[in-house]
C-alpha cells in the first residue's frame, strides 16, 4: 500500500531529477564567450635599426718622417691634442749639424758669388762665369733649405685638433722612416656607416626618394639614444654582393666627445606609415611561418585568416593585407578554440584594447 508519504517523496525525487536534466541541457548548449575587437586605423612614424659604424671624419697616423732616435714625448694617450702642439721630438743632432754645414757652405756660395759679380762689372770675368758662381749659391740655398726641413721632421706637431691613440713606440726607439708613432682622431664631428639592404634602398627610390638629407637617430652601444641628431649625406659606392647591402653615411656633431672613432650603434631611420591598419599582436598566431586571425563571421563562427604583416610595434601589428576595418577579430582563448567553432563574443572598442596591452599575459 502507497502511502501519502511516498507519493509526496516520489514527486520531489522527479522535480529534482528533471531539473538537473533542465540544467546540464542549458549549460550544454551555453556558447563559450571571448573578448574580442575590430581593427583601427592610425598613421604611424617607426624607427628601422640598420647596424652603424662610427668614424671620425680626420682620422690619420702620425709616421716618423726622418730615421732617429726618439728622444721626447710630449703627450699622453687619449689627450685632447690641439692643432700645432708638439708631440715628439726625435734626436736632432745629426740634422742641426746637417744644417749648420748646408748654411756655412751657402755662406761661402755667396761670398763667391759677390766676388764674381764684381769682377764681372768690370769685365775682368765673363758673364758665364757669373752665371755659374749664382747656379753654385741657389744650389748652397736649396739645400740650407732641405736640411732646415728634415731638421723640422724631428719635431713632430699635431696637424690638427684631435684625441690621441695608443703609443707605438717608447723614448729611446729607434725609429725608421714611415714607423707608426700614434693616431689622432678629430671627434667634433662623427660620420657614422650603416648598410642597407637592396631591399630597402629599392623602397627608398621608389617610394620615399633617396633619403639624403633625412635626419636620423643613433641608439648606442648601451642602448640609449645620442643627445643629437644626424643627417644622412651620401650613399657610399656601389653594393656589397656578398652581403646585398650598399652603404649610407650619416653625419653626427659630437661636441661633448661622447662618441669615440670605431665605436658601434644602431642607426634609427624613420618609416611613415599614413592611414597604418592596426591590431593587436595577442591575437595573432603562427602556423607553419606564417600568421593568421581568428575573425567571426556573421554566423558567430571563427574563420582561420591568413594576414600579412608590414611593421611591427610595441604590442601591435601594422597589417598589410588580410584584414578591414570591419572584422570583427578574437583577443583571448586562441589556443582553446578551432576553426567553424561558435562563440560568443564580448566586442570591446579598440582604444579599451590598448592601454590594457601592456599588462596582457597569454
Known amino acids: 500500500m502507497i502511502t501519502k508519504l511516498s507519493v509526496v517523496l516520489s514527486l520531489i525525487a522527479a522535480l529534482f531529477l528533471n531539473g538537473c536534466n533542465h540544467a546540464e541541457t542549458e549549460t550544454h548548449h551555453e556558447l563559450p564567450k571571448f573578448e574580442a575587437t575590430t581593427p583601427f586605423r592610425k598613421d604611424v612614424s617607426l624607427p628601422r635599426p640598420y647596424v652603424g659604424l662610427i668614424k671620425a671624419i680626420m682620422h690619420i697616423e702620425l ?9 721626447s714625448i710630449f703627450v699622453d694617450e687619449g689627450q685632447w691634442i690641439k692643432e700645432g702642439q708638439r708631440m715628439f721630438k726625435l734626436m736632432p743632432k745629426v740634422y742641426q749639424a746637417e744644417f749648420q754645414k748646408a748654411k756655412a757652405e751657402a755662406q ?9 759679380k764684381g769682377l764681372a762689372d768690370e769685365n775682368i770675368v765673363s758673364p758665364n762665369e757669373l752665371a755659374l758662381a749664382k747656379a753654385k749659391l741657389d744650389k748652397a740655398n736649396a739645400r740650407v733649405r732641405l736640411t732646415e726641413t728634415r731638421l723640422g721632421f724631428t719635431d713632430i706637431r699635431a696637424p690638427f685638433d684631435g684625441v690621441m691613440g695608443h703609443y707605438y713606440a717608447r723614448i729611446g726607439s729607434l725609429l725608421d722612416e714611415g714607423e707608426l708613432l700614434t693616431e689622432l682622431s678629430d671627434i667634433r664631428q662623427l660620420w657614422v656607416y650603416f648598410n642597407v639592404p637592396e631591399a630597402d634602398y629599392l623602397n627608398f627610390r621608389m617610394e620615399e626618394g633617396d633619403k639624403l638629407g633625412e635626419t636620423v637617430q643613433l641608439k648606442m652601444a648601451n642602448g640609449k639614444i ?3 641628431t644626424g643627417v644622412i649625406e651620401t650613399i657610399v659606392g656601389d653594393f656589397d654582393s656578398n652581403f646585398g647591402t650598399i652603404q649610407f653615411r650619416a653625419l653626427f656633431p659630437n661636441p661633448d666627445k661622447i662618441l669615440r672613432h670605431g665605436e658601434t650603434g644602431t642607426i634609427l631611420l624613420t618609416k611613415h606609415y599614413p592611414n597604418a591598419l592596426i591590431i593587436p599582436q595577442k591575437a595573432v598566431f603562427e602556423i607553419m611561418d606564417k600568421n593568421y586571425v581568428y575573425v567571426i563571421n556573421e554566423e558567430e563562427k571563427l574563420e582561420q585568416r591568413l594576414i600579412h604583416i608590414e611593421a611591427e610595434m610595441t604590442k601591435l601589428f601594422l597589417i598589410k593585407e588580410g584584414l578591414n576595418e570591419s572584422d570583427r577579430v578574437l583577443l583571448e582563448g586562441i589556443r582553446r578554440v578551432n576553426p567553424g567553432d561558435k562563440v560568443s563574443i564580448n566586442l570591446r572598442p579598440p582604444e579599451e584594447i590598448i592601454p590594457e596591452l601592456e599588462l596582457y599575459t597569454e
Open 63 to 71: 709616421r716618423a718622417l726622418e730615421k732617429g732616435y726618439l728622444e
Open 108 to 116: 761661402s756660395a755667396k761670398i763667391e758669388y759677390l766676388n764674381t
Open 226 to 228: 645620442y643627445d643629437h
